[in-house]
């Protein structure tokens, strides 16, 4: 995955550089619908994760989410101990839940329904939301590095809220028709 900073464009123009790359794959809606002459063991293949260890978990943590503190990573007497715990949660984890980030339970609630809404739609209107090659927003999968990477059987969704300049706003769906304004509310709210 490529990553660079944000660089100075012509004419002075600042504009926000790639932030990775990702190879193209087939939809994952679009393979799970297909005729078995589509559906073969090759296509299959790449979804089995044949190199996860089942029984490699932290019965310590296997219970508990992290739980990443935003009002912690603010503060500088308490930064240091709550980084050590997203790197923790990022590296063994690969997610985390976010407390003290003061966007309303509302805003959430309806940023999930028009995400929601958005994977319901057909499969045609998604895919003009799709990712471009060498880009990591829109919808498909990201973070694809080789040919013969295993995926996940899943599809996705990203976009880039912040900084603005890595806004590209021709991958925020303009169905559901409140999506852009939730998501614009979010900024309001912090």
């Not at 926000?16 to 090759?42: K, Y």
């Not at 932290?58 to 503060?75: E, F, M, R, T, W």
Request: net charge negative; hydrophobic share 40%; glycine share 6%.
């Amino acid at each position: 995955m490529e990553v660079e900073a944000a660089c100075s464009g012509g004419a002075g123009e600042s504009r926000w550089s790639q932030v990775g790359s990702s190879l193209p794959v087939r939809n994952v809606q679009a393979l799970a619908a297909s005729g078995p002459d589509e559906l073969t063991a090759d296509a299959i293949e790449r979804y089995i994760q044949p190199d996860i260890d089942a029984h490699a978990v932290l019965a310590y943590h296997s219970n508990q989410v992290p739980v990443i503190d935003l009002g912690k990573l603010l503060n500088a007497e308490t930064m240091e101990a709550e980084a050590a715990k997203l790197r923790f949660a990022c590296e063994e984890w690969g997610f985390f839940q976010v407390v003290n980030h003061r966007v309303p339970d509302e805003v959430i609630a309806n940023i999930k329904h028009n995400i929601h809404k958005f994977f319901e739609l057909p499969l045609y209107v998604k895919n003009a939301y799709a990712q471009r090659p060498g880009d990591l927003q829109g919808y498909g999968q990201a973070f694809i590095l080789s040919d013969d990477q295993k995926l996940d059987w899943a599809d996705m969704f990203g976009i880039f809220t912040q900084p603005s300049q890595a806004r590209d706003m021709s991958y925020w769906p303009s169905q559901p028709g409140t999506f852009r304004l939730e998501c614009v509310c979010v900024f309001f709210a912090l």
